[in-house]
């Protein structure tokens, strides 16, 4: 089976369960926020990483799929905490949870799904997987952190490129490698290979989130699905904007200190960030270093031995390189 | 020992722990806040349920300080999602965290709160332990649930007395019970013990949440340390509430429809309303009510061997009857 049709029928059975979780649980009032987010769509990588790595483990695929639901619980939990807290109207094309119901509902429908994702996860531990509840339950600490610094970042005049390689790190990269992790460990991986695809996930998570931040604003808004420049809106200290920081001069550069300054910019000045963006080619900078990020995840896997998994697991870095959403 | 210095003694022990709790942690943007809300105070009830559980169960009550922390800390993200929602102001008459910070602040604060709680219950875990960590996260559905039907109820016309009781039981008494769940069973108690203490908690549970609904109205705000007659101008369908409906006629039951129908009332109405659960006799209704499930929860231990932990959960009963906070 190719790499693609691979990970397909994976997504396609993962999304079964997805379309039908919480279908029978009370009160309606929470279930129903939870099951729309769940049922949302998205590429459930996340879910997706820890079949793959439970496999490229050598263990049983379908032994982890439990912990598969956990960690896209996982994941919506944070989006729907995130989109509070950014006040984003739009996710997937749809309608945030806070705006389609409201934000105490978002609250709650968040802190219920980490609840339910423990609960999932723990169907496939074994007696011996309390590190595994230990590296979910650091990972939620991880993505808080990486959020605080986010947001922290968003009224900080001084943040370097590291600073914000540490915080996406944190935001996005550590739960890709927890995916990993857990799938690994639950398909009874040696030290080494648990090593080797939690550096596979780490580095893919990196190279994602700056695709993503590269999307945000080059991205079309029907296949990104959230609204475009939203970062530059909000104030975001991205990589294009550190990077933009670096090469800029004279005009260009003060027009950069007024984003600092204000703490971000109105939707009507984003097409000129774009164009500013251009001229000063953070697009190439950017792509460059996703690039590699990229090849460090694809060498993460070297020490691993060939297989239908791990051939995947490579073609999805290059498939998550070319996405559009 | 006598049972309040048994109770007192446990009480410093944790307070030690909780004035420290972290302190050395990255971003303070996150974690002055998360310390902020551990230092605050309050009973410390939840972590000492869990460890007169374990002694009650035969356990050694200092393996389970850990776990101890745990419910605390699970304790306190519930408080600080409930004050968002509930916009309150005051809580152990400090700040809320929210009114302090910012509410993306106090969501990523109970965010992280949880995940730490489980870390810590992890540490006193042993491998056979599964079943403790699937409690833990079942408590936090039934409070998430709980919390949805409260927040339900408040638009809803036709709330009964069953429906109070029900949600109760999952936004409150839910965590005492797995407070003694946990404790009993990492004492290692037998299914039998396992079963009296979480049945003690429950009933106790059920009894502090009524005990909160009185003083909210018939309380003094600098012991509560929360605004008096907040349930009134949120509009809960409080125990007290119910009662005056099912005992109130003519104008008397009027006033009280107007309640629904505005779902709430306005601050200067509260002394209003007081006089007239007076009249109605709710106040003594509420406290047979109380009454009836301290003493469900004093006979649930009957079957459990004499101790001096045992004792203490008696008393612990009496003594939260006459709490002022």
Redesign the interface.
Same mark, same amino acid.
């Given at each position: 089976m190719t790499s693609q049709l691979l990970y397909e029928k994976y997504r396609k059975s993962l999304e079964q369960k997805f379309q039908k979780l919480f279908e029978s649980y !009370?009160?309606r009032? !929470?279930y129903d926020p939870s099951a729309y987010i769940m049922k949302s769509g998205g590429k459930r990588l996340r879910p997706i990483l820890v079949m793959l790595s439970a496999g490229a483990a050598g263990g049983n695929v379908n032994k982890v799929k439990n912990a598969a639901v956990a960690v896209e619980l996982f994941h919506n939990?944070t989006l729907v905490?995130d989109d @509070?807290?950014d006040n984003a109207d739009k996710r997937r094309n749809n309608q945030t949870v806070h705006k389609k119901y409201d934000? *105490?509902?978002a @609250? !709650?429908t968040?802190? *219920?799904l @980490? =609840?339910?994702a423990? +609960?999932y996860l723990?169907k496939d531990?074994s007696? +011996?997987n309390?590190k595994v509840? +230990?590296i979910?339950? /650091?990972?939620?600490?991880e993505v808080? $952190?990486g /959020?605080?610094?986010d $947001? =922290?970042f968003e009224t900080s005049a001084n943040v370097s490129i590291d600073d914000y390689l540490k915080m996406i790190k944190k935001k996005t990269a550590a739960l890709l490698e927890v995916c990993c992790s857990i799938g690994a460990r639950l398909g009874g991986a040696d030290p080494k290979t648990i090593r080797a695809l939690e550096n596979y996930g780490l580095n893919t998570g990196i190279a994602f989130q700056l695709r993503d931040d590269l999307l945000d604003i080059f991205g079309s808004e029907d296949k990104f699905g959230k609204m475009i420049g939203g970062d530059l809106i909000q104030g975001k200290k991205t990589f294009l904007f550190l990077k933009a920081m670096q090469n800029a001069k004279g005009d260009d550069k003060n027009l950069l200190k007024s984003f600092i300054r204000n703490h971000g910019i109105k939707r009507k000045d984003v097409s000129k960030f774009k164009k500013l963006y251009e001229k000063l080619g953070v697009l190439d900078d950017t792509e460059k270093e996703i690039l590699y990020f990229n090849r460090r995840a694809i060498k993460s896997l070297n020490s691993i031995k060939d297989s239908n998994y791990k051939e995947t697991l490579i073609w999805l870095v290059n498939d998550l390189s070319g996405r559009k959403n």
């Open positions: !009370l009160p009032t !929470l939990f905490h @509070i807290m934000s *105490n509902t @609250i !709650l968040g802190d *219920n @980490i =609840a339910h423990y +609960n723990l531990c007696d +011996n309390k509840i +230990n979910f339950s /650091q990972g939620i600490v808080c $952190e /959020q605080s610094y $947001e =922290a």
